[in-house]
């Protein structure tokens, strides 16, 4: 089961989970260890923020502000995908 975020989370994609562009194919990946993943652009959009540790409110912030949309909208699309990604160990929750 995940856990729900805060916004006041502050969270953070490891230095191990490196976010590429990969010109041949056009695409995005994640490159972590012994994987390649292919993250959706939602995803990436997510992952290019939190390249330092990030407060979740903060994202959402800036993306209700970005895409001129109701920051509830927002949380309530991106709080399970970003709790998945917490939960994989592909996002993690710092102290701040």
């Known amino acids: 089961m995940m856990t729900p975020l805060s916004p006041s989370d502050t969270l953070v994609r490891p230095t191990w989970a490196r976010l590429k562009r990969c010109d041949v194919r056009g695409v995005w990946v994640l490159l ?15 992952l290019e ?14 993306l209700a502000q970005e895409y001129d949309a109701p920051i509830d909208v927002i949380e309530e699309d991106l709080g399970p995908l970003v709790s998945g990604l917490v939960e994989q160990g592909y996002v993690r929750r710092v102290h701040a």
């Open 49 to 62: 923020r939190l390249a330092t540790p990030t407060r979740f409110g903060d994202v959402l912030a800036a």
């Open 32 to 46: 972590v260890p012994e994987q390649v993943l292919y993250p959706c652009p939602t995803t990436v959009e997510v």
